[in-house]
């Protein structure tokens, strides 16, 4: 619904939000949606930007403005009910945020927003800052674009700078005869040419900033795909101390490269030689970030809350080693009546109304004793209700 009350009066710049504040929320996803749950729990309510009635958070917001993200009076009359505002997702308007920053504070900021949308600006930044990524180079043209197959070798992945997500806008090319075509099916968008660097696993860490600068970070965990999308996170990731707590520290890096005020998500490859290279940065909660919800005391998205509140940030210590699995398309939703027929299931869905094929439905956590995260065998055998996920073979 949209809220017709009277406009806030703008809240102090750099002060806590206090009980009862309104938080605003761009976009309208799962994102949003358990964000605002978090929020409730902590007594804010939160007024959701989206631009599709009935969306998952709006679902559960106090109030809900639908419209265009970047549309003047739309993003106005949406400010107006708000006293601090984030974002939820990255597909949206960077010039939008600004307006809304000319109005009230937004965290992360839209200059963090701009980075994370661009490919190009986001490997640059990583590189000003001394974090390790595989090797790039931006394509402009078809004389880049060779240049790049020189330089980087073959196969390397073509990947469009911008909007891409869940594997969509990217292509592995192993020969030089593809390299225009798999250019032309990505364009008219402008390209980046990555390396593509034999990796033993994917990590995944949140990091959490606050406004006085203090820092906290989850455990960094393992992430397994399937056809390009998200299946499980094992937290903590079966890898040696070291490699998390080195992982851990570069989250930590970044978030002040960034100046950060809120929640960042860092994806990032452990290589064959045991180096840890830097994928990419969301600026949001994310859905490696899952498991909090049931492992921790305070969630990925509570403390999202708590940095853009600019409340203290807790510990973000874990209880429970966790595996969270994807609910992903049908065969998803028809597990969920296993899901809540099993014990030690802890499921969440997200409220959408049709079950499409590749799209994010819900998830299930499962949660084993503190360092005693089991192998694949075990974590198969936990999970049994549920569509295959890992095997023997990505152990």
Known sequence: MANSGSPRAPA??????????????????????????????????????SDADGAPATQVAWSSTIGRYDDPDVLGRFA??????????????????????????????????????????????????GIAVAPWRAVDDEASLEEAARALGLPLVLKTTRLGYDGKGQAVVCEAAALRTAASRLSPHPLIAEALVPFACELGVMVARGLGGEIETFDAVQNHHRDHILDLTLAPAPVAPEIRTQAQAIARRIAEALDLQGLLGVELFLDAKGDLLVN???????????????????????????????????????????????????DGMAAWPDVLATPGLLGHLYGKRE???????????????????????????????LPAGLDERDG
């Open 280 to 330: 990419e940065i969301a600026p949001r909660p994310h859905n490696s970030g899952h498991w909090t919800m049931d492992a921790c005391p305070v969630s990925q998205f509570e403390m999202h809350i708590r940095a853009v509140a600019g409340l203290p940030l807790a510990p973000a210590v874990r209880h429970s080693d966790a595996v969270m699995k994807n609910l992903i398309g049908s």
């Open 12 to 49: 102090e710049t750099g002060r806590a939000l206090g009980p009862d504040g309104v938080i605003g929320i761009v976009g309208g996803g799962q994102l949003g949606r358990m964000s605002a749950l978090a929020a409730a729990r902590l007594g804010y309510r939160c007024h959701v930007l």
């Open 80 to 129: 107006g009910q708000c006293d601090v505002i984030t974002f939820e997702f990255e597909n949206i308007s960077a010039d939008g945020l600004d307006l809304l920053a000319s109005l009230r504070p937004v965290r992360p900021s839209a200059a963090i927003l701009r980075t994370s949308q661009d490919r190009v600006a986001e490997k640059r930044m990583l590189g000003a800052a």
């Open 355 to 385: 079950a499409r094929a590749g799209r994010k439905m819900g998830h299930v956590n499962c949660l084993f004793p503190r360092d005693a995260l089991p192998g694949p065998a075990g974590i198969a055998c936990a999970l049994a209700p």
